[in-house]
T-cell receptor
Framework: AQKVTQAQTEISVVEKEDVTLDCVYE???????LFWYKQPPSGELVFLIR??????QNEISGRYSWNFQKSTSSFNFTITASQVVDSAVYFC???????????FGSGTKLNVKP | DGGITQSPKYLFRKEGQNVTLSCEQN?????MYWYRQDPGQGLRLIYY???????QKGDIAEGYSVSREKKESFPLTVTSAQKNPTAFYLC?????????????FGEGSRLTVL
């Protein structure tokens, strides 16, 4: 069975602090994709990153970075020098190869205070 | 104006009434999805459709119905059989790249049962 766990329900930080959002997944498949989405207060989910199971290279995009470790089944997301605009709910998700069904974690609400 | 349009944005319903949520897309994508979001539970899949005139139940299909008569439209009906329909409903589309594609989401419809 597939499962995505985001143990942090809510995190509060002060602007300019770094923050890491954790994501742990379960699957017996060898080929799968992992995603992070951002849901601002407006409600629409915005795609941030996709990573396939064969690519464990860390990725950096501006203030965002992602750490994928198959050994611990984790795909963590770090925001460096957080800003108030980063306040949102962040979802981690998994999709199995050859299936069109996404499995979402329960989300982590990030509050960045000025 | 391209993308995914969900309507209405807010909807109030009396108990025992059916209500239909609209999802329209002009992205010419094949796969469309309906998710339900409740606080602290992430996104749960209600129904999905990979092609016109075909759809499959997701994890929580009971009390819901869908149709896919046109590629661009995938309406969701919340029936009176749904015991706890108050929630935020999100429609999504997949670019049709199979299991490698990310989901693109509409802005959601918030349903409240009075």
């Amino acid at each position: 069975a597939q499962k995505v766990t985001q143990a942090q329900t809510e995190i509060s930080v002060v602007e300019k602090e770094d923050v890491t959002l954790d994501c742990v997944y379960e699957t017996r498949d060898t080929t799968y994709y992992l995603f992070w989405y951002k849901q601002p207060p407006s409600g629409e989910l915005v795609f941030l990153i996709r990573r396939n199971s064969f690519d464990e290279q860390n990725e950096i995009s501006g203030r965002y970075s992602w750490n994928f470790q198959k050994s611990t089944s984790s795909f963590n997301f770090t925001i460096t020098a957080s800003q108030v605009v980063d306040s949102a709910v962040y979802f981690c998700a998994l999709i199995r190869a050859n299936f069109n069904k996404f499995y979402f974690g329960s989300g982590t609400k990030l509050n960045v205070k000025p | 104006d391209g993308g995914i349009t969900q309507s209405p944005k807010y909807l109030f319903r009396k108990e025992g009434q059916n209500v239909t949520l609209s999802c329209e897309q002009n992205l010419n994508h094949d796969a469309m999805y309906w998710y339900r979001q409740d606080p602290g539970q992430g996104l749960r899949l209600i129904y999905y459709s990979q092609i016109v005139n075909d759809f499959q139940k997701g994890d929580i299909a009971e009390g819901y119905s869908v149709s896919r008569e046109k590629k661009e439209s995938f309406p969701l009906t919340v029936t009176s059989a749904q015991k706890n329909p108050t929630a935020f409903y999100l429609c999504a589309v997949n670019p049709g790249q199979g299991w490698t594609g990310e989901l693109f989401f509409g802005e959601g419809s918030r349903l409240t049962v009075l």
